[in-house]
């Protein structure tokens, strides 16, 4: 079976730059999380989706960061414009629509904003 | 609010020795969920474990076995005969039923180091 599916796996771009994270979910789950891991502040939750819909985002750092998901199967994570304190791994997970099933995560996405 | 405190930060054992991870949580929910991730050098995070508030139960898998304990707010995580394979960073997590919502928090990890 498909695990959760991240794109690009890594991405090194200039400040100011847009830069677009993908995620595709584990088929069949409702759910999907942003996660951001940095050697500062450990992993971190951005902003969560149910169904769809955004249902706290108050994780996400400012408004320079925007997350969409347009239908099950698909979610992205904008960063508009980059800035060198983005720097990190980016993961996205996926899970059942239920707090008791375990999230799935993908590979990650390792970015740098030189 | 939630809160994971995973106190070790880094340890380093000797290839066969017996390792505790441990892992001490806040909640005021009496309906929650433990999770231990790992994450080893290639960076994914691999689910491990899930435990219920409800199930106080210890689980061995393998050379792998958690020790849950209620009244100290504790979920162990202990590694029988550690091999050079099991260095890893380890993520203890926690969740709260609150409906739809499922946020899991993590702790900042344990960066286990097996040497041969």
């Known amino acids: 079976d498909a695990g959760v599916i991240q794109s690009p796996r890594h991405e090194v771009t200039e400040m100011g730059q847009e830069v677009t994270l993908r995620c595709k979910p584990i088929s069949g789950h409702n759910s999907l999380f942003w996660y951001r891991q940095t050697m500062m502040r450990g992993l971190e939750l951005l902003i969560y989706?149910?169904?769809?819909?955004?249902?706290?985002d108050s994780g996400m750092p400012e408004d320079r960061f925007s997350a969409k998901m347009p239908n099950a199967s698909f979610s992205t994570l904008k960063i508009q414009p980059s800035e060198p304190r983005d720097s990190a791994v980016y993961f996205c997970?996926?899970?059942?629509?239920?707090?008791?099933?375990?999230?799935?995560f993908g590979d990650g996405t390792r970015l740098s904003i030189l | 609010a939630q809160k994971v405190t995973q106190a070790q930060t880094e340890i380093s054992v000797v290839e066969k020795e017996d390792v505790t991870l441990d892992c001490v949580y806040e909640?005021?929910?009496?309906?929650?969920?433990l999770f231990w991730y790992k994450q080893p050098p290639s960076g994914e995070l691999v689910f491990l474990i899930r435990?219920?508030?409800?199930?106080?139960q210890n689980e061995i898998s393998g050379r792998y076995s958690w020790n849950f304990q209620k009244s100290t707010s504790s979920f162990n995580f202990t590694i029988t005969a550690s091999q050079v394979v099991d260095s890893a960073v380890y993520f203890c997590?926690?969740?709260?039923?609150?409906?739809?919502?499922?946020?899991?928090?993590f702790g900042k990890g344990i960066t286990l180091s097996v040497r041969p």
């Open positions: 997590a926690l969740s709260v039923h609150t409906g739809a919502n499922s946020k899991l928090t």
């Open positions: 435990r219920n508030s409800f199930d106080e």
């Open positions: 989706f149910n169904n769809n819909v955004p249902i706290d």
């Open positions: 909640t005021r929910d009496t309906t929650y969920y």
């Open positions: 997970a996926s899970s059942p629509d239920t707090s008791v099933a375990p999230q799935h």
